[in-house]
């Protein structure tokens, strides 16, 4: 067994090359902490090259009254739109609009609704749509993308595919990024602040002893032991 550690001490060890494991590396090195990652595959090989491509501020959570959350979210996207326009794009989204259509019942909003409109049995109105969207162009100080606006849709090209019956959307922005590529930039910046990225590296086993991790590891070089005084589990579902 190869020991390749010895006398070094990383400031955090983590488990998994995600998005979640690469993000806190790229994170944690640029507050100047010394990392070591271990993916036992690929970067990017699960979840994170098989996810819906958005990133986003979150629409629904306003339904949840996630003020706060749906906030940064959108802050966040502001700044990523920015530091990487080469990967990422505006994708425009239409929300048809139709009286037969209901929502969830469990949310606070609809229990709102449910006292203050009982005659509207789960249905939107309009304007608080409108209203959710406005509020999705506003809290995060949209720079970038184009806002929300109405559509008709017996004139607009959006309702060619849509039934007759659709006659009114409204349409909003979010964005659509190269997530496998989105991981692997964030590994090499962590990389080259200092971070040491092992893939096809499986962590075979993690023990505390006093302040620090001992962390086994079997990749292409055979094992190895590292240490660090901080570990954390990025690794997906499988």
């Known amino acids: 067994m190869k020991d390749m550690a010895a006398g070094v001490v990383s400031d955090l060890f983590i488990i998994g ?30 979840t994170s090259s098989a996810s819906t491509k958005l990133f986003h501020g979150g629409l629904r959570y306003l339904e949840y009254f996630e003020f706060r959350l749906v906030r940064e979210a959108l802050e966040e996207r502001e700044t990523l ?4 326009p080469h990967i ?22 609809s229990r709102l609704l449910r006292w203050v409109m009982p005659w509207a049995k789960g249905r939107r109105p309009d304007w608080l749509i409108r209203l959710g969207l406005f509020m999705y162009d506003t809290m995060g100080g949209r720079k970038i993308l184009p806002g929300a606006r109405s559509l008709d849709l017996t004139r607009d090209p959006a309702g060619k595919p849509l039934r007759p019956k659709f006659r009114k959307a409204f349409e909003y922005s979010d964005c659509w990024v190269e ?20 893939t096809r590296t499986r962590v ?32 997906g579902p499988g």
């Open 179 to 198: 997530d496998s590529r989105l991981v692997v930039l964030n590994a090499r910046d962590a990389e080259q602040r200092g971070a040491k990225i092992m």
């Open 88 to 109: 990422s794009w505006p994708m425009r989204f239409v929300l048809p609009l139709s009286p037969e259509m209901r929502f969830e019942t469990t949310t606070p909003t």
């Open 81 to 84: 739109l920015v530091a990487m």
């Open 17 to 46: 090359g995600g998005i979640n494991g690469c993000g806190i590396a790229r994170d944690a090195t640029g507050r100047g902490l010394s990392v070591t990652l271990a993916e036992q595959g690929d970067l990017a090989q699960g």
């Open 204 to 235: 075979v086993s993690a023990e505390r002893q006093g302040d620090l991790w001992h962390i086994l590891t079997e990749g292409p070089d055979g094992r190895a032991q590292h240490q660090a005084r901080a570990l954390v589990n990025a690794g």
